[in-house]
Nanobody, 120 residues
Framework: QVQLVESGGGLVQPGGSLRLSCVAS????????MSWYRQAPGKQRELVAI???????NYADSVKGRFTISRDNAENTVYLQMNSLKPEDTADYYC??????????????WGKGILVTVSS
């Protein structure tokens, strides 16, 4: 059993910053890629940023230069630092982590999502 818990969302004014965190716990043997997705009302879920086990990162064009993804392997945690936020960044944000459990199964696990609202 694996659980992912996100935190750090909320309401912020345009131009502001937020830092999202996602902690994985449970029967974890190894963690591979960690990523953040978002889904705005009426839109499909989209990949925001991803970080590999080796530390390589990739970002959606819409957030490049404003968002930074990072990870703490010792704490099984992935972060998303969001700066210069815009109203169009408003969405539910989900972490997804590829995890090998103690039974050697590898699969992607999703968090429940956390709301980020950018508004004045």
């Amino acid at each position: 059993q694996v659980q992912l818990v996100e935190s750090g969302g909320g309401l912020v004014q345009p131009g502001g910053s937020l830092r999202l965190s996602c902690v994985a716990s449970g029967s974890i043997r190894r963690i591979y890629a960690m990523s953040w997705y978002r889904q705005a009302p009426g839109k499909q879920r989209e990949l925001v940023a991803i970080i590999t086990s080796g530390g390589s990162t990739n970002y959606a064009d819409s957030v490049k230069g404003r968002f930074t993804i990072s990870r703490d392997n010792a704490e099984n945690t992935v972060y998303l630092q969001m700066n210069s936020l815009k109203p169009e960044d408003t969405a539910d944000y989900y972490c997804k982590i590829q995890i090998q459990t103690i039974d050697a199964t590898i699969k992607g696990y999703w968090g429940k999502g956390i709301l980020v609202t950018v508004s004045s």
